[in-house]
Nanobody, 121 residues
Framework: QLVESGGGLVQPGGSLRLSCAAS????????IAWFRQAPGKEREGISC???????KYDDSVVGRFTVSRDAAENTVYLQMDSLRPEDTAVYYC?????????????????WGKGTLVTVSS
């Protein structure tokens, strides 16, 4: 099971850190992907971290978001800085249980239920 947390209301230019915590399995070597779905839009992959901690970012978040892993906490984080109103969405994490150096945004095995991020003044 994956559980996201850390969402909330933040002003433009602000920061949030989302957490993706695993229970029932060790995500230390799993590839983890972050997605978001804005109102009226399709879900999109925005960042992921591979089994060897190689990271990937969509152009819309590169330079503003940082994905990282804390094996001791069995958690993957998404640090979001310089937030914009267009970042408003429900954010999800998902796990790929196949050891994979390069992460991907499809064929993922476990999903969280999401956490809402609202960027507004």
């Amino acid at each position: 099971q994956l559980v996201e947390s850390g969402g909330g209301l933040v002003q433009p230019g602000g920061s949030l850190r989302l957490s993706c915590a695993a229970s029932g399995f060790n995500l230390e070597h799993y590839a983890i992907a972050w997605f978001r779905q804005a109102p009226g839009k399709e879900r999109e992959g925005i960042s992921c971290i591979g089994s060897t901690d190689i990271t990937k970012y969509d152009d819309s978040v590169v330079g503003r978001f940082t994905v990282s892993r804390d094996a001791a906490e069995n958690t993957v984080y998404l640090q979001m800085d310089s937030l914009r109103p267009e970042d408003t969405a429900v954010y999800y994490c998902a796990a790929d249980t196949i050891y994979r150096a390069t992460c991907r945004y499809y064929n993922l095995d476990y999903w969280g239920k999401g956490t809402l991020v609202t960027v507004s003044s």
